[in-house]
């Protein structure tokens, strides 16, 4: 199904407006980044059919030329690049448009949120055999070299785990927003300097060693994906490190972090935050407590003399201590716990209007 690059390697070219919109707005002025996202397309480019299970995703606002960068790889391409705005076109039944496709574009309209839609997108990033089924015939196994480049607004973009290794995120710079001029001017130089050419030629001579493609970079973007795709449990007690207290949401008794806290006073902030974003289905009381154990290690299940009774307590470790384990937890080097606008619609919830501003 190959059929070869659009245009002839040409060092004669420039593309140097290209290379400035990669490093100046794509990747916010990081040279690291900036590196990343070059070896990115040019291992497309250089080992076309090994695929090297990352997916690019690009997050910024509209007119930061984040769409033209994946139009500008696809002139190279020809018929192997297809642009999609419908997530229908990424996960759904009738695909034969990916079976000659070395880059898939997913351009805004794609929701990270669709439980049934997680493990496909996954699958395209990742496998190396796919199953392409054309409208009114049957569905055949062939090989998948479908590289996904995702370019969005939206604050969640991608289902990304605490161990995530398929998707870099970058957020775009706005130093160019909204400025025809400099994306005209990029364009003609592309079209009439032989712009397409050299960057052909610039990607066929990256040197690929000096890059490891399967380190992401760690990213606030990337970051962003995490907490947005975490699980109730640990979504909830994200909320309850950010607000630096446990007790239930309904609870204004006590502001502060505690050292201890009675077992059934932790599963009752689970359960109120589980209401409030209209959770469907709560895990009990031992399995919360299971899974708090593993973001937090340093929390103990003990007894503790109340009065005249014993009582199950939680021996809770200091504040920063547990933001620090939960960073550690999703492989976060920061985490701006002064934050205020996050997105609580747990996973496997479509449509759930519960948010930070209800609690």
């Known amino acids: 199904l190959w059929r070869g690059w659009t245009v002839e390697p040409d060092p004669g070219g420039d593309c140097s407006l290209f290379l400035d919109h990669v490093k100046t707005?794509?990747?916010?002025?990081?040279?690291?980044?900036?590196?990343y996202i070059m070896a990115w397309a040019a291992q497309m480019v250089q080992e076309p059919a090994s695929k090297p299970g990352i997916s690019l995703?690009?997050?910024?606002?509209?007119?930061?030329?984040?769409?033209?960068?994946?139009?500008?790889?696809?002139?190279?391409?020809g018929p192997h690049?297809?642009?999609?705005?419908?997530?229908?076109?990424?996960?759904?039944?009738?695909?034969?448009?990916?079976?000659?496709?070395?880059?898939?574009?997913?351009?805004?309209?794609?929701?990270?949120?669709?439980?049934?839609?997680?493990?496909?997108?996954?699958?395209?990033?990742?496998?190396?055999?796919?199953?392409?089924?054309?409208?009114?015939?049957?569905?055949?196994?062939?090989?998948?070299?479908?590289?996904?480049?995702?370019?969005?607004?939206?604050?969640?973009?991608?289902?990304?785990?605490?161990?995530?290794?398929?998707?870099?995120?970058f957020d775009v710079g706005d130093a160019s927003?909204?400025?025809?001029?400099?994306?005209?001017?990029?364009?003609?130089?592309?079209?009439?300097?032989g712009g397409y050419g050299r960057l052909l030629h610039e990607l066929q001579e990256f040197d690929l060693s000096s890059v490891d493609l399967n380190r992401l970079p760690e990213t606030d973007a990337l970051v962003d994906q995490k907490i947005a795709s975490l699980s109730p449990v640990d979504k909830w007690w994200y909320e309850c490190l950010r607000r630096g207290w446990i007790r239930p949401f309904n609870d204004t008794t006590e502001m502060e972090w505690p050292s201890y806290i009675p077992t059934g006073e932790v599963y009752a902030s689970y359960i109120a935050f589980s209401e409030k974003i209209r959770l469907r289905y709560c895990?009990?009381?031992?399995?919360?407590?299971?899974?708090?154990?593993?973001?937090?290690?340093?929390?103990?299940?003990?007894?503790?003399?109340?009065?005249?009774?014993?009582?199950?307590?939680?021996?809770?470790?200091?504040?920063?201590?547990?933001?620090?384990?939960?960073?550690?937890?999703?492989?976060?080097?920061r985490i701006d716990?002064?934050?205020?606008?996050?997105?609580?619609?747990?996973?496997?919830?479509p449509g759930s209007p519960g948010g930070v501003d209800d609690l």
């Open 25 to 35: 707005n794509l990747a916010a002025g990081n040279e690291e980044h900036a590196r």
């Open 57 to 77: 995703v690009l997050r910024g606002g509209m007119g930061t030329g984040k769409t033209i960068f994946g139009q500008v790889l696809g002139r190279l391409m």
């Open 81 to 169: 690049y297809v642009l999609v705005d419908d997530p229908h076109y990424v996960t759904g039944n009738f695909n034969s448009h990916m079976a000659a496709c070395l880059l898939l574009q997913a351009d805004e309209g794609f929701w990270a949120g669709d439980p049934g839609a997680a493990g496909r997108l996954k699958g395209l990033v990742t496998s190396t055999h796919q199953m392409i089924e054309p409208k009114g015939k049957d569905a055949v196994q062939m090989a998948n070299h479908v590289r996904l480049l995702v370019t969005s607004n939206s604050e969640w973009v991608v289902p990304a785990g605490p161990d995530e290794r398929r998707f870099a995120v």
């Open 177 to 193: 927003a909204q400025n025809r001029e400099y994306f005209g001017d990029m364009l003609r130089q592309m079209e009439q300097s």
């Open 283 to 333: 895990q009990t009381d031992a399995q919360v407590g299971r899974s708090l154990q593993k973001i937090a290690p340093g929390i103990q299940r003990c007894r503790r003399r109340n009065g005249t009774r014993r009582e199950y307590v939680y021996r809770i470790p200091s504040l920063d201590a547990c933001r620090a384990a939960f960073a550690e937890h999703i492989r976060a080097n």
């Open 337 to 349: 716990w002064q934050d205020d606008e996050i997105d609580v619609d747990g996973p496997g919830v």
